[in-house]
């Protein structure tokens, strides 16, 4: 256990922390959420439990909001009720066989599509449900990986006329599985 935490302060210190604070008890949904980490370096890595991405340019990490969220990054904002964009990755128990069939799930529950482009996210496929939210209360776009027995969504929702598209690329080509 000492062994990860020294590992995560590691890469914490790499990538700048700024402050520290408990995330939210389970349950409970914060009103606001403070600054963990930001990164200004397209080529800083950040470290989230089985998977690690660099930070896209202007984006701020935070405290996840939920036990199940492992990365929650804002995009001009200090919690996510005013911020132009967020990107959360929630990790838990895949709810169908398959990625594609999630993502195929999201998409008619939030009256969306499934595009027939699949991203690669270091070797597993991400499959994409779009929906033409311009609320952060309900994604723009969700990418469904499997990965090890476990389902990952790339959440990213954005305001009106907000483009995360580079961002989202950025993720992409930098994600690696620890």
Same mark, same amino acid.
């Given at each position: 256990?000492?062994?990860? @935490?020294?590992?995560?302060?590691?890469?914490?210190?790499? #990538?700048?922390? &700024?402050?520290?604070?408990?995330?939210?008890?389970?349950?409970?949904? $914060?009103?606001?959420?403070? +600054?963990? +980490?930001?990164?200004?370096?397209?080529?800083?890595?950040?470290?989230?439990?089985?998977?690690?991405?660099?930070?896209?340019?202007?984006?701020? #990490?935070?405290?996840?909001?939920?036990?199940? +969220?492992?990365?929650?990054?804002?995009?001009?904002?200090?919690?996510?009720?005013?911020?132009? $964009?967020?990107?959360?990755?929630?990790?838990?128990?895949?709810?169908?066989?398959?990625?594609? *069939? +999630?993502? /195929?799930?999201?998409?008619?529950?939030?009256?969306?599509?499934?595009?027939? /482009?699949?991203?690669?996210?270091?070797? /597993?496929? %991400?499959?994409?449900?779009? &929906?033409?939210?311009? @609320?952060?209360?309900?994604?723009?776009? #969700?990418? #469904?990986?499997?990965?090890?027995? @476990?389902?990952?969504?790339?959440?990213? %929702?954005?305001? *009106?006329?907000?483009?995360?598209?580079?961002?989202?690329?950025?993720?992409?080509?930098?994600?690696?599985?620890?």
């Amino acid at each position: 256990m000492k062994l990860t @935490k020294c590992l995560l302060l590691s890469v914490l210190g790499i #990538v700048g922390c &700024t402050s520290s604070t408990t995330p939210p008890p389970a349950g409970t949904h $914060a009103s606001t959420v403070e +600054t963990s +980490t930001e990164s200004n370096r397209t080529d800083a890595s950040q470290l989230f439990g089985d998977f690690s991405f660099s930070i896209p340019n202007g984006w701020t #990490v935070v405290n996840p909001d939920r036990k199940k +969220t492992k990365a929650m990054l804002l995009l001009d904002g200090t919690t996510w009720q005013n911020a132009k $964009a967020m990107i959360k990755v929630d990790v838990g128990m895949p709810a169908a066989p398959t990625a594609k *069939q +999630t993502a /195929e799930s999201f998409a008619k529950s939030a009256k969306g599509s499934v595009s027939p /482009e699949i991203m690669d996210f270091d070797g /597993e496929p %991400g499959f994409i449900a779009l &929906t033409s939210s311009d @609320k952060l209360t309900t994604p723009r776009m #969700v990418i #469904v990986l499997y990965h090890d027995g @476990k389902a990952y969504l790339l959440m990213i %929702g954005a305001t *009106q006329g907000i483009d995360v598209d580079d961002s989202v690329s950025h993720i992409r080509k930098s994600w690696k599985w620890n």
